[in-house]
Nanobody
């Protein structure tokens, strides 16, 4: 069973930055697709960014392109989402998601609130 442990959410002012972490304890990052989704109150869950580890290809949703960056640290079995230029509309619960060999895993979610 693969665990996803998220951290890094919080309250930030508009224009500020946060870095979310998704750790896979006891598991290497090889041959995963690891993504971040978010869900705001009353809205559907949407994809934010994805990293395919075997070739380091990355994908971003249109609303976050140029502001968010996904990356990984193999030594820490951790994927990061660096979020800059945060806007109130980025407020949501952010979930880490992993796909490998047809199996999917979700983290517990971390709240990001952008407000003055």
């Amino acid at each position: 069973q693969v665990q996803l442990v998220e951290s890094g959410g919080g309250l930030v002012q508009p224009g500020g930055s946060l870095r979310l972490s998704c750790e896979l304890p006891g598991s290497t990052l090889n041959y995963y697709a690891i993504a971040w989704f978010r869900q705001a109150p009353g809205k559907e869950r949407e994809g934010v960014s994805c990293l395919v580890t075997h070739d380091d290809s990355t994908y971003y949703g249109e609303s976050v392109k140029g502001r968010f960056t996904i990356s990984r640290d193999n030594a820490k079995n951790t994927v990061y989402l660096q979020m800059n230029g945060l806007k109130p509309e980025d407020t949501a619960v952010y979930y880490c998601y992993a796909l490998k060999l047809g199996l999917t895993y979700w983290g517990q979610g971390t709240q990001v609130t952008v407000s003055s």
